[in-house]
């Protein structure tokens, strides 16, 4: 079985500083990593994701996330953060058995981005 | 591309009472999932549907069924209500291997 482990629920930032979001995962297989952001009253937005290749990836809105299978993990960062990041930030993860329909998340980490 | 539609935004019930939610995914996705998610519990799986078929299962009691219509559109329904059912309950549809699931915005169900 996978799980995923994000190790902040609360994350405060100064506006224009840079954030890390940790997350870890677990799983006997090979799996697909996920960066999902939910903005209040809001479905989730894929912000980025990492498949194969290389281990540094870049998503939307400046984020990026390096994979580390050595110690799976999959934190995310951002250089320099803004007001409208404010939200809450999910890792996922799923394996490659033949289908990504069954997404296992972590708790989520709340981004506090203060002027 | 219209996005991933899911009907009603919000719904009030009873205990005891049953609900049905709507999702219709983006054209050309076959694959639709629906999530839990609640502040206690956070983001968990009930299922997924790949061309009307089951195709996984989270642990969720019987009370949580769903199916998937020849056009993609999947309904999810529970049964007997309980309080704890309170949830936005989320759909995702996808269109294949390695390929992200695309939320919609989710239906916020009370139950009293």
């Known amino acids: 079985a996978q799980s995923v482990t994000q190790l902040d629920s609360q994350v405060p930032v100064f506006e224009e500083a840079p954030v890390e979001l940790r997350c870890n995962y677990s799983?006997?297989?090979?799996?697909?990593l996920f960066w999902y952001v939910q903005y209040p009253n809001q479905g989730l937005q894929l912000l980025l994701k990492y498949l194969s290749g290389s281990t540094l990836v870049k998503g939307i809105n400046g984020f990026e996330a390096e994979f580390n299978k050595s110690q799976t993990s999959f934190h995310l960062r951002k250089p320099s953060v803004h007001i409208s990041d404010t939200a809450e930030y999910f890792c996922a993860v799923t394996t490659f058995s033949g289908n990504t329909g069954k997404l296992i998340f972590g708790q989520g980490t709340t981004l506090q981005v203060k002027p | 591309k219209a996005g991933v539609t899911q009907t009603p935004r919000y719904l009030i019930k009873t205990r005891g009472q049953q609900v049905t939610l709507s999702c219709s995914p983006i054209?050309?996705?076959?694959?639709v999932s629906w999530y839990q998610q609640t502040p206690g519990q956070g983001l968990q799986f009930l299922f997924e549907?790949?061309?009307?078929?089951?195709?996984n299962k989270g642990n969720f009691p019987g009370r949580f069924s769903g199916r998937q219509f020849s056009n993609s559109r999947s309904e999810m329904n529970v049964s007997t209500l309980e309080l704890g059912d309170s949830a936005l309950y989320l759909c995702?549809?996808?269109?294949?291997?390695?390929?992200?699931?695309?939320f919609g915005p989710g239906t916020r169900l009370t139950v009293l």
């Open positions: 799983s006997s297989v090979s799996v697909y």
């Open positions: 054209s050309g996705h076959r694959s």
């Open positions: 549907y790949f061309s009307e078929t089951q195709r």
């Open positions: 995702a549809s996808s269109g294949g291997l390695g390929d992200e699931q695309f």
